[in-house]
Each structure stands twice: as C-alpha cells, then as structure tokens.
C-alpha cells in the first residue's frame, strides 16, 4: 500500500512513535529477523530524519535500518503494514461514506487498474473489506475476510475488460507485439490489488484483536520458517534458491570449529614435563594436536510423500557441502534403497526437478508404494554395510511412519553399531512422534532423534551435528 500517512494515523506522539516501533521490531523479532539493540536505535533516529509527513519513506527508512536481507522484505512489509497503517474508517469506505454496490465497485476497481491509480486502489480495498469481508453477528463485524472479500469481488475477471480500456487508451501500440506483455502487467496490478486486500483485513483484524497478536500469528513467516510438511510448491521452489546461501554459512562455520578443534586437548604428561622448568608452574601447556582428517557422511532418506520436499532440500544442502567431508553417500528409499548419490550431483543444476529424477531413475519401491522403514533399513544393513565404518556420520531423514508393518529395530541397531554417529531427523513435532502408524520412540531409543521441521532448524542442526 502506497500514499501519504493519515495525520491520525502516522504522525503518532513521540512516546507513541516509540511504542509503534518497538513493536515493529518484536514482531519481526518473533519471525526471526535477527534485530539487535543499536539496530533499533538506528531505525528511531531514522524516523526523526524522516519524519512521518510520507509513509512510503517511513517505510524505507526502516527497511534499510532493521533488514539484512532481500528476503525479509515481504514479511517485513506486511507487519509494516500493521504498525503503520493508511488511516481508515473502520466501517465505512475510505471518504466515510457508506460501501457502493458490488457491480459499482467492480467498474471503478476496473478503472483503477487502468489507471494504475495507487491512491485509488487504496481506497477500493478499503471498502471492499469493509463491505464485503466482514462476518459475525454482532452490532459490528466479529472478523475480517480477505478470501471472503474477494471471493465476491472476484478481480481477477476483470482482466478482460482492463485490457480492452488499455488498448483503447490513446497512444496504445499494435497488439500483436504487447498482447503477452500487457496480459502480464494487468495480472501484476490485480495482485497487488489482492495483497492491498489481505492488508487492509489484517489491519482490521488488528484493531479488533491487538497488532501483536496480529503480527505474529497472520503473517506468514520467510521461507526458512515454513513447516516442511505443510510447504507448497512455491515455498519449496524458494526453500531449494536459499540452499547456496545457508551452505556457504555453514561451511564457513564447520570451517571455524576444525580449526578450534585442530588445537587439540591438553596433553597432561607433557605439560607437567614442561613445568619443571618453571618450578612445576603449567605456564605453556602442551596441545596434543589431531590430524587433519576429514570425516565420512552418509544420508538415509525417505522421499515417500510429504516428507520428500524435507529430504529433497536436505539432500541439495548436503550436496552444496561435499567439499567439507572426504566422502559423501546418499541413499532414498520408499520400501527398498537405492544409492542416489549421482543423481544428487547432476540435480544440483535442476533442484526442482530432483524429486522426479529420483524416482524415476532409482528402484525405490517393490510390490506396494507405501514407506516401510522396517524393510529399507534392513536392506541398507545388508546391501551397503560397506558405506559404514568409525569416521562415518550418518544422517536419517523421515517421519518413522511404517504404515503398521515391522520397524525392524535390529536392522536399526546394527547400523548404529557400525557407524560412528546416527542423527534422526524428524519433521514431525514431537507430540505426534508415537501417535497412529509413528514408531519413533522405539527407534529414539535406538539413536538421536530430533526434530527438524522447517530449514532454520535444519540449518541449526547441521551446524552443530555434523562432525569436523
């Protein structure tokens, strides 16, 4: 949303300035923007430089104060958005008169688009919220409805009509050349109509229940927050342009542990030997220093289902951080394993078409298409023991549902007992782990398993499991 800040709403007192931006960064804070102290004080001293007579370079000021990223902006913007709103009559349209009809408010909606009229649309989701979005039944609405709201006004029909006035526009070129391209803009401004919309609800909600609430429970979170098993296409498709980014990061810090741990321990009998020469004073301790070896990892896991997205993005990152091991190995399974490690190489190119290539290249399942741990986890006992010793570290990645068939636990164990390490990473929330076809707690028993279910998370945990 765009436009000059309401007086009432966006020149605020100083103490209420403070309070506003306060809770700007608590919310984002509760998003997992990582906003520091002087951060904040920055943003305050931005806001005296540019005052509150424009909202759009309040809003920029404070972007450029508390984001460390790109990414953040869509979620910083719609929490924005709530702290400080264009200044509307709750119920009524933005002039203070009474909602138009629908047929009315779809022609100037179509009309706004044209133009491109900022100001305008602003107006329009104002009152299309207001008139169309409320439900309760109560003196006044109990809630707002953006899906309510343009369900009725359905905008995205008027693309037609938006097209015809564009082409009848004077100056308007051949439509031969500008068809797709026109088509395109017209559905970028319904979008972004849309989004007005969604704003304009939450605003409404927010006066109702309390911004901070608001905040933190209707705005959608960075893409590293999403839960794996509820992450759509389009999530997903982000979560795999993040993979470059996060691997960098974590190299850097697996980096900065080796050569921690490169100094090695105390080694006593040498030390004391030293002190002799200080009268038994430790002054120079003597380090015993480790060898540089790198260790070995192995992934296991399940690309049945919902949890293929979570094993997918997995495997992309671990891929994206080969050089820091001397081996990887990666193996998928739905009833039977294959190893897959190839493919994990040449799908690097094409992360979104890595679920597919997998399944269709590797033998995955046998007589049925459901997950079966019990019988994956013995067949990778016999089959690839060899990809087992000390230095190997291995990583298992599924929900541990056996669709009611033998979990296996000895195969499970005689893994554990070959490899150095078993980590289990579970996307789903604990309190599930155990409910209905879940075997978790028996293979917890076994190995470390620990949940895992969005990439924040998974990055945390490889940074601190993976061995150096």
Known sequence: MSGPVDAAAV???????????????????????????????????????????????????????????????????????????????????????????????????????????????????????????????????????????????????????????????????????????????????????????????RRRVAERQGRDRVARRAVAGTADTVDFLLAGRAQLDELRRTVRPLARKLATRLAARRRRASRGEIDLRRTLRRSLSTGGVPVRPVLRRRPPRRPELVLLCDVSGSVAGFAQFTMLLVQA????????????????????????????????????????????????????YGTALGEFADRYAGALGPRTVVFVLGDARTNGSDPNLAALKTIADRARRVHWLNPEQPSLWGTGDSVAPAYADLVEMRPCRNARQLGALIGRLLPV
């Open 11 to 201: 020149s605020p007192a100083p103490t209420a300035a403070a309070t506003r931006l306060t809770g700007l960064v608590a919310a984002l804070r509760a998003h997992g923007f990582g906003i520091g102290t002087g951060e904040t004080v920055d943003a305050g001293h931005a806001l005296e430089a540019v005052g509150f007579t424009d909202r759009e370079r309040v809003r920029e000021a404070l972007a450029a104060t508390l984001l460390h990223g790109e990414a953040q902006r869509p979620v910083f913007d719609r929490v924005f958005d709530l702290y400080f709103p264009l200044g509307h009559t709750r119920a009524l349209g933005a002039d203070g008169t009474a909602p138009a009809g629908l047929a009315a408010l779809r022609d100037r909606l179509a009309e706004a688009l044209t133009t491109a009229d900022g100001a305008a649309l602003d107006r329009l989701a104002a009152e299309a919220v207001g008139g169309f979005g409320g439900y309760g039944s109560g003196p006044e609405s109990d809630g707002w409805s953006s899906y309510q709201t343009l369900s009725r006004l359905r905008p995205e029909t008027l693309l037609a009509r938006v097209r015809e006035r564009l082409r009848d526009a004077p100056g308007a070129e051949g439509p031969e050349f500008t068809e797709r391209l026109l088509d395109d803009e017209i559905r970028r401004r319904i979008e972004a109509f849309r989004e007005r919309v969604r704003t304009e609800a």
């Open 321 to 372: 951080l080969h050089d820091q091991f001397s081996r990887v190995r990666v193996f998928a399974f739905v009833n039977r394993v294959d190893e897959v490690t190839g493919l994990i190489a040449r799908g690097s190119a094409d992360p979104a078409g890595l679920g597919d290539r997998i399944l269709a290249e590797a033998e995955l399942t046998g007589w049925h298409g459901q997950s079966d």
